[in-house]
């Protein structure tokens, strides 16, 4: 186990064939393996009873509002809007929605445009990953193979990565 600044990396040993029926259930929900363990731990963990309430509605939310972004990614994936700011997209669609915006700034504990939130920063990177990932994308990459990014004013996300798929997934749902 590692540490960051305010996260843990875990390290996982699993069986191939598990790890395979791991997949196609991460797959299903539109999300990877990892995301999907990750959001398999933090709602046990959420219900077991070990939490204080307020940290317990914290991590339900956050899930909620990652659920619902990845739910929305695949629809839109599926009305065919992927493009390079398929990103920007999904959140624009998504904080058009006076519930989501509602919660979104529940979660982040401020209004949506405010700067220099912390949980705004992480839920942000959060969403962004998630979207990216349910839609089976990658990050465009400039002459240098670095991720391009694009700035955005008067929303609640300054930035994003620009995706694109990988040839043998273009074309595919």
């Given amino acids: 186990m590692t540490r960051n600044t305010d996260s843990l990396t875990l390290a996982l040993r699993l069986d191939r064939q598990l790890f395979g029926w791991l997949e196609t259930l991460a797959r299903a929900e539109g999300l990877e393996p990892t995301a999907y363990v990750q959001r398999l731990i933090r709602l046990n963990v959420a219900q077991s009873g070990l939490m204080p309430d307020e940290h317990r509605e914290q991590v339900l939310l956050t899930e909620s509002l990652i659920a619902r972004a990845v739910a929305r990614a695949i629809a839109l994936d599926g009305e065919g809007r992927f493009d390079a700011h398929f990103t920007l997209t999904v959140l624009d669609d998504l904080f058009g929605d006076p519930t989501f915006l509602a919660e979104y700034e529940r979660a982040i504990g401020g209004p949506a445009m405010a700067r220099g ?31 391009r990014r694009a700035q955005v004013r008067g929303r609640p996300i300054q930035s994003y990565t620009l995706l694109t798929r990988p040839d043998y997934l273009k074309g595919e749902k």
């Fill in 117 to 147: 939130l912390p949980a705004k920063a992480s839920l942000n990177m959060n969403l962004g990953w998630q979207i990216k990932s349910a839609v089976r994308a990658m990050p465009l990459l400039d002459d240098a193979g670095r991720p």
